[in-house]
């Protein structure tokens, strides 16, 4: 059974999982307007659809745990970037926060002593470890690239292996 304050840190999550799952989904939709970055475009959806497996998957335990996961209103993501980097650069300060936000529920839990809590939260420390650093490796290709469109050309072309290779290192 879930104690109080874990069941509503865990809804927070949820809202945080949900809002990151529309701030990448705001993202896919802006890219897949711009010229030439159909993989960047699949790049966002993807992850998009990733934040709400991430949701779904904290729903279903609060659940199953006794306690009453509860679906919470949404704030509006930001729409349009001023660049492919400027939307690159969101992502990553975006998981920074939301490892931040994992790191609050593991201390709620120890201080309720909710052991299963902790545990189930250890797959979340792993999930944010390889998207920092999937979201790092992109921004230093970005930054390398700069301006050059033959570099986007090729980050686009291999975005999707870079996600595969980053997740393998794993
Ligand atoms: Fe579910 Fe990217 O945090």
Redesign the pocket.
């Known amino acids: 059974m879930l104690s109080k304050k874990v069941q509503e840190i865990l809804n927070e999550q949820i809202k ?2 949900a809002e ?2 529309q701030v ?1 989904l705001a993202m896919a939709s802006w890219a897949e307007i711009q010229p030439g970055i159909d993989n960047v475009t699949s790049f966002f959806y993807q ?1 998009s659809e ?2 709400r497996q ?2 779904l998957k904290l729903i279903h335990f609060v659940n199953e745990r006794g306690g009453f996961a509860t679906i919470p209103a949404l704030s509006q993501p930001q729409l349009t970037f001023p660049s492919i980097k400027h939307a690159f650069d969101a992502l990553l300060k ?2 920074v926060f ?2 931040e936000s ?1 790191n609050k529920c593991i201390d709620v839990a120890l201080a309720e002593k909710d052991y299963a809590t902790h545990n189930f939260l250890q797959w ?1 420390v792993a ?2 470890i390889e ?1 920092e650093a999937l979201a790092r490796t992109m921004n230093d290709k970005l930054e390398l690239i700069g301006d050059d469109k033959s570099g986007m050309y090729m980050f686009d072309r291999d975005i999707l292996s870079i996600g595969m290779n980053v997740a393998d290192k794993k």
Do not use: W
Request: aromatic share 10%; charged share 30%; glycine share 0%.
């Open positions: 945080i999982e990151s799952s990448y992850h990733e934040e991430h949701m975006h998981e939301v490892s994992i979340y999930e944010q998207e």
